[in-house]
């Protein structure tokens, strides 16, 4: 691949590598998101869906001095230049972060350095975020470049912080420390930067340890949330309890809390 690197990892302490690794991988251009780049992300996921092996995801950065500086200038000039180009580009960047939204396994951020505009909407479509504690979140659309969050920033980022503060992060354009990101609701957990990758593998291994139906259905019905009544929710959510109660993995977890060991789900 030209802009992505890909390997499977596992935390130190686990019995076994099954945590899927992608690395942005646009140093010289600060990562930032072009066509090409879309594309591959998108092929990378059906294969990494089609692994049963891999039961967590984590994205992170080939740089130390960004994450991502969002969608690549030259990309996002043919918006003017091309509108039809330009709009296959922006329609094609929201259907990848709909995808990592609404990817069947657990994703997560590993956020270092930069996390500016679509790079920003990146993280915001993962399940979970851990920035490093020197990190820097920056939505630059509207005050630098005068557009609008198009991947999903102006969705995303109010159900994460309220619509108040996500009006103040995007209108004034102003850098939201690691620290602020964490107190805000806009990240999970923060570490130091020399510990961000642990810190992330150990957060995607927990996740990677769970039942991997209940992970899918769990994140099924919280994404769904947003959009339905409480009642429809509850439907949904019963029917996808009741799917969990008839799987294997659902006696394995029984049976392991009377046995008083650590379940070995096998995502069946």
């Keep these: 691949m030209e802009t992505l690197k890909y390997e499977i990892e596992g935390h130190f302490l686990a019995d076994e590598e099954n945590i899927g690794v992608i690395t942005l991988n646009r140093p010289d251009a600060l990562n930032g998101i072009n066509p090409k780049m879309v594309e591959e992300f998108a092929e990378l996921l059906d294969k990494i869906e089609k692994d049963d092996k891999v039961r967590a995801v984590i994205i992170r950065s080939a740089s130390e001095k960004v ?3 969002g969608a690549d200038l030259k990309a996002a000039a043919s918006l003017a230049s091309d509108p039809k180009a330009g709009r296959k580009f922006l329609e094609d960047g929201q259907a990848l972060f709909r995808r990592i939204e609404n990817f069947p396994k657990p994703v997560i ?8 505009g679509g790079g920003l909407e990146m993280a915001m479509a993962c399940d979970l975020r851990v920035a490093a ?4 979140l920056w939505v630059t659309e509207v005050v630098n470049v005068g557009l609008i969050p198009g991947w999903g920033g102006t969705q995303r980022l ?18 939201i420390p690691a620290d602020e990101a964490l107190e805000i609701g806009l990240v999970n957990k923060t570490a130091p930067s020399d510990e961000l990758h642990s810190e992330a593998l150990f957060m995607a291994q927990q996740t990677a340890d769970a039942a991997p139906i209940a992970v899918r259905l769990a994140k099924k019905t919280i ?14 959510e019963l029917e996808a309890l009741l799917e969990t109660t008839a799987s294997e993995d659902f006696g394995i977890g029984v049976t392991a ?9 096998k995502g069946k």
Excluded: C, H, W
């Design 67 to 69: 994450f991502s500086s």
């Design 109 to 116: 951020a590993e956020l270092n350095a930069l996390v500016i």
């Design 133 to 136: 504690k020197d990190a820097k």
């Design 158 to 175: 109010p159900r994460l912080v309220g619509i108040g503060r996500a009006k103040e992060i995007i209108l004034t354009g102003r850098q």
């Design 223 to 236: 994404n769904m949330s947003y959009d339905v009544t409480l009642q429809e929710g509850n439907k949904e």
């Design 257 to 265: 809390i009377f046995q008083k060991s650590k379940p070995k789900f």
